[in-house]
């Protein structure tokens, strides 16, 4: 039997080579190996307000970007989250058992809550939840995800731990897989801060269906520091953040890099960065346009995934819900 995977994308802003680097490409490589699940989790997006033509239309954007980037429909499957009403249900029931201290040590949260106090709902506080009931429903074994969701998916092994020493073996205890380079992309304009959806300045991310022009001009925009040389140095992290997505989309080792850019400047080096860019993000932008082609294609593959996951998830819900009395 091949373990399941297990990994969520949220289906606001556009999906930037973060979400590429740190989660995507993790999921594409691997899948001929397991068994995989992907969801579309439109229930976190409500977290913060949101056009809901928008939200409809970029649930299907989201999975068109996913099997454009190389997921492919017999090896994995790719679904929407409200579509399982499985997934809400078990979040409450987990709410039941996570003491509220281990949701306020979120930094995630502690994050995302300095804005103004009255945007601040009890969803966004209680994502981890939601999330954790997402993984527990399929009975998963790896969870792949950038840097940033490692959190919480040890407070989804620890509900879990907790749930299954009251009621035995109820669910598996699911594993993170990090990568080791890539999982946590810096902005272009701020290297100290995550590559982000939700952020808006105008060179903060590169998304994945941005015009070649656009890449171009972002990469020319990114920040650098004042080393004068091109190296991988974790002192100096924007020229670290530059050299990463180089090394992760060229395919070259950090000496080849290193050697290749020896003596030469800032300059020279963004235009070759911008060029690899381009040329890999290329035919992922064909395969969206052939796939966004026929709307029909991707209503159809995420009803498939439905209807197989369904069963599943209502299964895990079942039991869960006789181990504690309910119904
Ligand atoms: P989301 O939509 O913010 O991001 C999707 C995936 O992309 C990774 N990621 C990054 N990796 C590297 N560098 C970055 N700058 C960067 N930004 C984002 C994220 O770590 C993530 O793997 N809570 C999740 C979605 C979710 C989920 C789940 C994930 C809901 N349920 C169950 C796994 C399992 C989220 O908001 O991801």
């Known amino acids: 039997m091949k373990k399941r995977v297990f990994s969520g994308i949220q289906p606001?802003?556009?999906?930037?080579?973060g979400n590429?680097?740190?989660?995507?490409r993790q999921w594409v490589s691997s899948q001929s190996?397991?068994?995989?699940?992907?969801?579309?989790?439109?229930?976190?997006?409500?977290?913060?307000?949101?056009?809901?033509?928008?939200?409809?239309?970029?649930?299907?954007?989201?999975?068109?970007?996913?099997?454009?980037?190389?997921?492919?429909?017999?090896?994995?499957?790719?679904?929407?989250?409200?579509?399982?009403g499985a997934h809400a249900e078990l979040a409450w029931i987990l709410n039941c058992y996570i003491p509220m201290g281990w949701?306020?040590?979120m930094t995630q949260f502690k994050e995302k809550s300095k804005k103004k106090k009255e945007e601040v709902n009890i969803g966004l506080f209680d994502y981890p939840a939601l999330m954790a009931a997402d993984i527990?429903?399929?009975?998963?074994?790896?969870?792949?995800?950038?840097?940033?969701?490692?959190?919480h998916?040890?407070?989804?092994?620890?509900?879990?731990?907790?749930?299954n020493s009251v009621y035995g073996e109820v669910f598996k205890l699911p594993e993170s897989t990090v990568n080791e380079v890539g999982a946590r992309i810096m902005s272009l304009d701020d290297p100290t801060k995550k590559m982000s959806k939700s952020k808006t300045g105008k060179s903060h991310a590169i998304n994945l269906l941005d015009s070649p022009d656009e890449i171009y001009l972002k990469i020319m925009r990114a920040k650098t520091d004042s080393l004068h040389s091109i190296r991988f140095d974790r002192n100096h992290p924007a020229i670290h953040n530059l050299l990463t997505i180089f090394e992760l989309f060229s395919g070259l080792s950090?000496?080849?890099?290193?050697?290749?850019?020896?003596?030469?400047?800032?300059?020279?080096?963004?235009?070759e960065l911008a060029e690899v860019i381009i040329e890999f993000l290329k035919p992922l932008q064909l395969r969206y346009q052939e796939i966004t082609n026929d709307p029909s294609y991707i209503d159809h593959l995420l009803a498939e995934g439905d209807a197989k996951l369904r069963p599943i998830a209502e299964k895990t819900l079942n039991h869960v819900k006789s181990?504690?009395?309910l119904g």
Do not use: W
């Not at 606001?12 to 080579?17: E, N």
């Not at 590429?20 to 995507?24: E, F, K, M, R, V």
């Not at 099997?67 to 399982?84: C, K, M, N, R």
């Open 20 to 24: 590429y680097l740190g989660a995507i």
């Open 33 to 84: 190996q397991y068994n995989n699940i992907f969801c579309i989790v439109d229930l976190h997006a409500i977290t913060i307000p949101q056009d809901p033509k928008v939200l409809r239309a970029k649930n299907r954007e989201t999975a068109a970007l996913l099997y454009a980037a190389g997921i492919e429909p017999d090896l994995s499957t790719v679904f929407i989250q409200s579509h399982i």
């Open 136 to 151: 527990l429903l399929y009975q998963s074994d790896l969870v792949p995800v950038g840097e940033d969701q490692r959190q």
């Open 12 to 17: 606001t802003g556009s999906l930037h080579i």
């Open 254 to 271: 950090r000496i080849d890099i290193e050697e290749r850019f020896e003596g030469k400047g800032y300059a020279i080096f963004k235009k």
């Open 323 to 325: 181990a504690i009395g």
């Open 153 to 163: 998916v040890e407070l989804t092994r620890d509900v879990a731990r907790r749930f």
């Open 103 to 105: 949701m306020q040590r």
